[in-house]
């Protein structure tokens, strides 16, 4: 799926589901919270992790970001 974080927000709280998470960024950056330890991936750029381990999204630049994300299995 696609999804946008506004300039300077983060994407609702910490949070776990069963399987495995792949994210790309498209556009902007992003600081990927897993478990305390934060991950700056920039454009061009992606991280995978176990998403049972708790995690967040953050946007810290003054524009949105877009990001393509996997999940496994698929929790909607």
């Known amino acids: ?8 927000e983060g994407l609702g709280s910490k949070f776990s589901h069963p399987g495995e998470e792949f ?14 330890n934060e991950y700056l991936v920039k454009a061009g750029e992606s991280i995978h992790y176990p998403s049972t381990i708790p995690h ?16 496994t299995p698929i929790i909607f």
């Open 1 to 8: 799926m696609i999804v946008y974080i506004p300039p300077e």
């Open 56 to 71: 967040s999204w953050y946007n810290p630049l003054k524009q949105k970001a877009k990001l393509l994300t996997v999940l």
């Open 23 to 36: 994210v790309y960024v498209l556009e902007g950056t992003v600081i990927v919270d897993i478990d305390g």
